[in-house]
């Protein structure tokens, strides 16, 4: 991992030096042991900040349509013979290239704005459950040893294995290697352990009665707050106006309705048919830590089963709700 | 809560249908004076295409019993694949629903054709008595 730290480190640098991108969006080490957040490098020579290890979290792909979008708005009054593009340089793994596909099948932007820069990703290691491996303790250090991940709290070390740590959508994720890359530093990773239990919760959820499932997503749509990061930090929530926002017409109310919360999240989460790349980053910066993947993934789940689709996975795939055919099941249309 | 204690109840449903089939289909109900009950409010739309998904889970905070789309038979839409795309967003939602919890007879979908006025009576006996038989609704209703 190191090594391709260090891989990362030079050609982002190369490739800021010799003016291929305007910016290379990465990871730096955060203001927590175990944290990484965001960077976005447009020295060269601060491209020694970027770091890749297991607590690089969040999808870097919100970002790049970001920079994009925000590059094109400010060149608005511009004439159009003077309009310039923005390059980005995107340190990618599997979920992240899957987002760029989404957008790139979606026109976002062009191909050659993105210089996508492949890693392999064996998963991060998710806060929510360090938090509960360590009792809520606070992490002095954190380090990576091994299978196992060594963590030092006030009361002294622990041995956590990495299994336990690692979110569950990498648990089960089966593309953790990059899908599109210009270039791709280090070796293919190996496959995840669990990706053939990868819909072994939602089918448990499916076969509880149906006022034990309302309890379950009252309970979870109870705890959310309307912060919105998880529609924040969605690379496939890039809408200009969000739902949430409009006015005309008002699709959601902003008062502490529960039936508002709900609607929202489901309606949100909706919006994620076939777009869903279930890379994480909705359960990372939920402050609340609402149970969303259990949604998300049955709208995953129903897209492969009943149209043969996973979100972004190859740039061929159209997007569901994009295409349709004659032959589509349809066991749900109700006959007198 | 009082609603449900009454015999006499009953259901609210709200049906979007599309101009070209099932308005159509209504109006061939109409004009054959086929009865069916009094309980389901048409709305118009031009395609069952046309219908956000958000038009359904609207209708359901604001206190419908229940929720019928109706379009043309696949194949027959007036804009060519209307319904088609319409049946795949229709599929996700109506599994998505009942996986959260809502009862999955709220939400119905069908095809009526504008030759079908007694299929048309027959969807609208179907629907009212698949929703009387679940009671009011009150999931995701927003009490004010």
């Given at each position: 991992m190191e090594n391709i730290e260090k891989q990362v480190r030079e050609y982002a640098k190369k490739l800021l030096a010799d003016g291929t991108v305007d910016v290379v969006v990465g990871y730096e080490g955060g203001t927590l042991p175990f944290q990484t957040t965001p960077c976005f490098i447009t020295d060269p020579d601060d491209a020694k900040r970027l770091v890749w290890n297991r607590f690089c979290s969040v999808n870097l792909a919100k970002y790049v349509h970001d920079i994009i979008f925000g590059h094109k708005e400010s060149q608005k009054r511009a004439k159009p013979e003077d309009r310039t593009k923005k390059k980005v340089g995107v340190i990618a793994r599997g979920c992240t290239t899957r987002s760029l596909t989404i957008h790139l099948q979606e026109k976002q932007y062009d191909r050659d704005q993105v210089v996508i820069i492949g890693v392999p990703c064996a998963g991060?290691?998710?806060?929510?459950?360090?938090?509960?491996?360590?009792?809520?303790?606070?992490?002095i250090a954190c380090s990576v040893v091994g299978d196992s991940l060594s963590v030092q709290t006030k009361d002294g070390g622990k041995d956590v294995p990495l299994k336990e740590v690692l979110a569950d959508?990498?648990?089960?994720?089966?593309?953790?290697?990059?899908?599109?890359?210009?270039?791709?530093?280090?070796e293919a990773a190996p496959p995840m352990?669990?990706?053939?239990?990868?819909?072994?919760?939602?089918?448990?959820?499916?076969?509880?009665?149906?006022?034990?499932?309302?309890?379950?997503?009252?309970?979870?749509?109870?705890?959310?707050?309307?912060c919105y990061a998880c529609r924040n930090t969605c690379p496939s929530c890039y809408c200009k106006v969000c739902f949430i926002e409009q006015n005309q017409p008002k699709w959601v109310g902003v008062g502490i309705d529960e039936t508002d919360t709900q609607v929202f999240q489901f309606m949100r989460m909706f919006h994620m048919v076939g777009r869903c790349v279930d890379c994480g980053?909705?359960?990372?910066?939920?402050?609340?830590?609402?149970d969303l993947r259990k949604f998300l993934k049955k709208l995953d789940k129903d897209d492969f089963q009943l149209f043969d689709h996973r979100a972004g996975e190859a740039?061929?795939?159209?997007?569901t709700l994009s295409v349709h055919s004659e032959d589509d099941k349809e066991a749900f249309i109700f006959e007198p | 809560m009082t609603e449900k204690a009454n015999e006499n109840w009953e259901p609210k449903i709200i049906a979007f249908v599309c101009n070209w089939c099932t308005y159509a289909g209504a109006d061939l109900a109409g004009i054959s004076r086929l009865q069916y009950p009094p309980n389901v409010r048409l709305v118009r739309l031009?395609?069952?295409?046309?219908?956000?998904?958000?038009?359904?889970?609207?209708?359901?905070?604001?206190?419908?019993?229940?929720?019928?789309?109706?379009?043309?038979?696949?194949?027959?839409?007036?804009?060519?694949?209307?319904?088609?795309?319409?049946?795949?967003?229709?599929?996700m939602l109506k599994n998505f629903l009942s996986y959260v919890g809502?009862?999955?007879?709220?939400?119905?979908?069908?095809?009526?054709?504008?030759?079908?006025?007694?299929?048309?009576?027959?969807?609208?006996?179907?629907?009212?008595?698949?929703?009387?038989?679940?009671?009011?609704?009150e999931k995701l209703v927003k009490k004010l």
């Amino acid at each position: 991992m190191e090594n391709i730290e260090k891989q990362v480190r030079e050609y982002a640098k190369k490739l800021l030096a010799d003016g291929t991108v305007d910016v290379v969006v990465g990871y730096e080490g955060g203001t927590l042991p175990f944290q990484t957040t965001p960077c976005f490098i447009t020295d060269p020579d601060d491209a020694k900040r970027l770091v890749w290890n297991r607590f690089c979290s969040v999808n870097l792909a919100k970002y790049v349509h970001d920079i994009i979008f925000g590059h094109k708005e400010s060149q608005k009054r511009a004439k159009p013979e003077d309009r310039t593009k923005k390059k980005v340089g995107v340190i990618a793994r599997g979920c992240t290239t899957r987002s760029l596909t989404i957008h790139l099948q979606e026109k976002q932007y062009d191909r050659d704005q993105v210089v996508i820069i492949g890693v392999p990703c064996a998963g991060f290691v998710a806060n929510k459950k360090m938090s509960v491996a360590v009792d809520g303790k606070e992490v002095i250090a954190c380090s990576v040893v091994g299978d196992s991940l060594s963590v030092q709290t006030k009361d002294g070390g622990k041995d956590v294995p990495l299994k336990e740590v690692l979110a569950d959508n990498c648990l089960t994720c089966r593309f953790n290697n990059p899908i599109i890359s210009d270039v791709m530093i280090g070796e293919a990773a190996p496959p995840m352990p669990d990706v053939e239990k990868e819909y072994e919760e939602v089918e448990a959820f499916e076969a509880l009665p149906v006022d034990e499932r309302w309890a379950y997503f009252t309970k979870e749509m109870g705890k959310c707050m309307r912060c919105y990061a998880c529609r924040n930090t969605c690379p496939s929530c890039y809408c200009k106006v969000c739902f949430i926002e409009q006015n005309q017409p008002k699709w959601v109310g902003v008062g502490i309705d529960e039936t508002d919360t709900q609607v929202f999240q489901f309606m949100r989460m909706f919006h994620m048919v076939g777009r869903c790349v279930d890379c994480g980053s909705c359960l990372e910066v939920c402050p609340m830590g609402v149970d969303l993947r259990k949604f998300l993934k049955k709208l995953d789940k129903d897209d492969f089963q009943l149209f043969d689709h996973r979100a972004g996975e190859a740039m061929e795939s159209a997007p569901t709700l994009s295409v349709h055919s004659e032959d589509d099941k349809e066991a749900f249309i109700f006959e007198p | 809560m009082t609603e449900k204690a009454n015999e006499n109840w009953e259901p609210k449903i709200i049906a979007f249908v599309c101009n070209w089939c099932t308005y159509a289909g209504a109006d061939l109900a109409g004009i054959s004076r086929l009865q069916y009950p009094p309980n389901v409010r048409l709305v118009r739309l031009p395609c069952s295409g046309r219908v956000n998904p958000f038009y359904i889970v609207k209708a359901l905070q604001e206190g419908m019993d229940g929720v019928l789309v109706s379009g043309c038979h696949p194949g027959e839409c007036h804009y060519i694949s209307g319904n088609l795309s319409a049946r795949r967003k229709f599929a996700m939602l109506k599994n998505f629903l009942s996986y959260v919890g809502m009862e999955p007879d709220r939400v119905i979908f069908t095809w009526v054709s504008a030759s079908e006025g007694e299929k048309f009576s027959q969807v609208m006996k179907g629907v009212t008595d698949k929703v009387k038989a679940l009671g009011p609704a009150e999931k995701l209703v927003k009490k004010l």
